[in-house]
């Protein structure tokens, strides 16, 4: 199946982000939604919330595109009811249509609703193995084979099926799922992506993606769910069961780099200072010695920025100006627009830059679309010199747990030394800061992490390789037969 049109979004594509709730009595669709918006970064493709009055049955509303387009206060209200879920997506498995939007809605042996967030690598075999059992399929996701191995498990419980099947899914699932009476959330063993608890006051719970979803409705952050972990929100409060154990941790160090939001907290550490500490030791590996100013790239280079000038004593100022209502998905132009490059994102800020040696700080490259364009941006602003310096080591490898991150042969390093980047991104010097100095800023050891995508050294053995976003479609062309 051809790649998405639309969507030629540059960099490191997100991932999802999973939201659930169980708060009797209270608004739980607007809970949900207010979380998703706080999720929205994690995914853009499309946005779902399910719910349900206890004992009732489950609604589920969900469409391409972002949580603001989708739901109306009218939605919202017909969404009410005790327990939700909220989904937003960035295709990992299976292409962005509708079908394969979450929630994930099914009901064989019982009613469920799922959101996932991760990436399982081996969806062709569970799905030929239900296919083969009579089981149908309307998407073409990994998720909904973890939704219908749920729904057709013949475990008396929902969390018994749930503990069931975890030992059977390989790769990265943050994953809440709920019945009409409680919603449960689980992790896989590795712990790859992330997925907090939080308290609501009295019988209210919250689970999410990130702390940031958390601060936006009032809830508090009691922990994160662990790897290997089921916690179920219900009427008991919170129970839970560490149905795998002892597993090597692999949390994604890319969370901490560019993927989560500043405001969040991963790990005990808030992202903000993680981020800035990259910049200050990045000022330390690589200095520019001799530089007039440091910019930020924005967004997510900011904190680093700011990092990198006051470690380096280098005043630091706004060099471009973002438009922040660039969606991450937007049309194409045409041709004459496109020559127009990245103006519509970044439009630089001549009086600043003119004359001047800079620093420019980003978090990552993938592509080098956005590094090239913006070195050639600087210059036609009249800046003197461009050092570039990036927060993240090499991008090399491609992710197979919940990150689309392009094919190995369109990064820019691949195959390329440091030197042959910077003078294919047409720069005066670029340095990459080491992976020694990613887990120093973020306090943490190799050994929990997943550093694939920079190191080629993949944490679930066997699973270098990967069939891509469109394993299912490609091996089953009848998958919706
Ligand atoms: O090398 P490339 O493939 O061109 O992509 C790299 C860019 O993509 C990301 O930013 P993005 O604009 O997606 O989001 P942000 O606003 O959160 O920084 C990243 O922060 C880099 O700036
Ligand atoms: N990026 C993600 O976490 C995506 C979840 C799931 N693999 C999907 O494609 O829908
Ligand atoms: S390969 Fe990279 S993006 Fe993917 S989980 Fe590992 S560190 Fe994160
Ligand atoms: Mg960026």
């Known amino acids: 199946m051809a790649p998405d049109t639309l969507d030629h979004r540059e960099g490191p594509r997100d991932e999802c982000g999973v939201f659930g709730v169980y708060a009797p009595g209270q608004d739980v669709a607007k809970f949900a939604y207010y979380g998703m918006y706080a999720l929205q970064h994690r995914g853009q493709e499309s946005a779902g919330i399910a719910s349900a009055d206890l004992g009732g ?176 929100l219900d009427e008991r409060g919170v129970t839970s069961r560490q149905v795998i154990e002892g597993e090597r941790q692999a949390f994604c160090l890319f969370e901490y780099i560019y993927f989560a939001r500043p405001d969040s907290r991963m790990n005990g550490q808030l992202l903000q200072r993680s981020r800035v500490r990259m910049g200050e030791i990045l000022a330390r590996e690589a200095p520019a010695v001799g530089a007039d100013l440091v910019v930020a790239v924005p967004d997510s280079g900011i904190p680093a920025a700011r990092g990198f000038a006051a470690a380096s004593g280098i005043p630091m100022d706004d060099g471009f100006v973002k438009n922040r209502y660039v969606q991450r998905t937007f049309i194409q132009p045409g041709d004459q627009l496109r020559q127009h490059g990245l103006r519509l994102k970044f439009n630089p800020l001549p009086e600043v830059i003119e004359g001047k040696s800079l620093v420019v700080v980003d978090d990552s490259i993938v592509r080098g679309n956005t590094t090239r364009q913006l070195v050639k941006m600087l210059r036609d602003a009249g800046a003197r010199e461009v050092h570039f310096r990036i927060t993240a080591p090499p991008i090399r490898n491609p992710c197979h747990y919940g990150v689309d991150m392009s094919s190995r042969e369109e990064m820019v390093a691949h195959e390329r030394t440091v030197d042959e980047i910077r003078d294919h991104i047409g720069c005066e010097s670029l340095a990459y800061l080491s992976l020694e100095g990613v887990y120093e800023a973020v306090r943490g050891q190799r050994s929990g992490h997943c550093d694939a995508c920079f190191s080629g050294e993949y944490p679930i053995p066997g699973t270098e390789d990967h069939l891509g976003k469109y394993a299912l479609e490609n091996a089953l062309p009848m998958v919706k037969a």
């Not at 937003?88 to 809605?105: A, D, K, L, M």
């Not at 990265?172 to 006051?201: E, K």
Request: glycine share 8%; aromatic share 6%.
């Open 57 to 232: 049955y489950i609604i589920t509303q969900r469409a391409l595109g972002l949580v603001s387009q989708v739901f109306t206060e009218h939605d919202l209200r017909a969404l009410s009811g005790d327990l939700a879920l909220g989904h937003t997506r960035y295709s990992t498995t299976g292409g962005n249509e509708w079908e394969n939007s979450q929630p994930v809605h099914r009901n064989d042996r019982r009613e469920l609703a799922l959101a996932h967030n991760g990436n399982l690598v081996n969806a062709v075999e569970l799905h030929a193995e239900l296919v083969a059992k009579g089981v149908h399929f309307r998407a073409t996701t990994d998720s909904e084979i973890m939704a219908a191995l749920l729904s057709t498990g013949e475990a008396n419980s929902l969390e018994d099926a749930i503990a069931d099947a975890m030992p059977r899914l390989r790769g990265a699932f943050s994953t809440v799922v709920m019945d009409r009476d409680r919603v449960c959330a689980f992790r896989d063993p590795q712990g790859i992506r992330p997925l907090v608890l939080g308290q609501l006051g009295g019988d209210a719970w919250v689970v999410a993606s990130e702390t940031c979803a958390l601060d936006i409705i009032g809830a508090t952050y009691v922990r994160d769910v662990a790897p290997g972990e089921l916690v179920v």
